[in-house]
């Protein structure tokens, strides 16, 4: 595609239900991140896929999140057990590997009621 | 561990005016990217300008350029004319030459108001 597209948009879940986000990364983009804002905060790293294999998970908060990508296309970011802190805008960004600028998406706002 | 400072919650600009975002960020490394990003309410990351270590020159962009002091660790961005549609969330961001996975660290961010 033309940019990295994020789905959905906003997403309103009660607290304790299991949630998916998922990432369109740009066309040929072998590196995606994931990245977690809260509100007023900067970015927070999550995890890093090289193709489908990620080589950094060190950012995921908790065992309750966990990520994936199928082949070089799309990854989804899965929050079991939903908590009130894990509402936040959650970025997806491609870069290719010898490209340094990431691209990014528009978001998923989180919220947990 | 890499960090990313911006110690400027808020700034305010008057339009056509010139003003100056702070960065600093602590690394043990010689070799990396520092970035500025742009947020708009549109939530989504417009990468503003980018400045390579091991460059001594001073990144420039149109209206944008950067005021990089390796041996301070500072990395200040520079707006000039201001214009309205430059008010947005900024963030200074670093990231690794090698390693690290292209893992890009993130100041707090700076809100820019551009006032008529």
């Known amino acids: 595609g033309a940019g990295v597209s994020q789905s959905p948009s906003n997403k309103v879940t009660e607290k304790g239900k299991d949630v998916e986000l998922r990432c369109d990364p740009i066309s040929g983009h072998t590196a995606l991140y994931w990245y977690r804002q809260r509100l007023g905060q900067g970015l927070e790293f999550l995890i890093y896929?090289?193709?489908?294999?990620?080589?950094?998970k060190s950012g995921l908060p908790s065992d309750r999140f966990s990520a994936e990508r199928t082949g070089e296309s799309v990854s989804t970011l899965t929050i079991q057990r939903t908590q009130q802190e894990d509402s936040a805008v959650y970025l997806c960004?491609?870069?290719?590997?010898?490209?340094?600028?990431?691209?990014f998406g528009q978001g998923t706002r989180l919220t947990v009621v | 561990a890499q960090t990313v400072t911006q110690s400027q919650p808020e700034m305010s600009v008057q339009e056509a005016e010139t003003v100056t975002l702070s960065c600093t960020y602590d690394?043990?490394?010689?070799?990396?990217?520092l970035f500025w990003y742009k947020q708009p309410p549109s939530r989504q990351m417009i990468l503003v300008i980018r400045q390579e270590a091991y460059k001594q020159q001073n990144a420039t962009e149109n209206r944008f350029s950067v005021n990089f002091q390796k041996a301070a660790k500072s990395f200040s961005l520079k707006i000039s004319d201001s214009q309205l549609g430059d008010a947005a969330m900024y963030f200074c961001a670093y990231k690794k030459l090698t390693g690290g996975g292209n893992k890009l660290t993130f100041g707090t961010g700076t809100q820019l108001k551009v006032e008529l």
């Open positions: 960004a491609s870069s290719r590997v010898s490209n340094t600028e990431a691209f």
């Open positions: 690394t043990s490394e010689s070799d990396y990217y």
């Open positions: 896929f090289q193709g489908n294999s990620a080589p950094d």
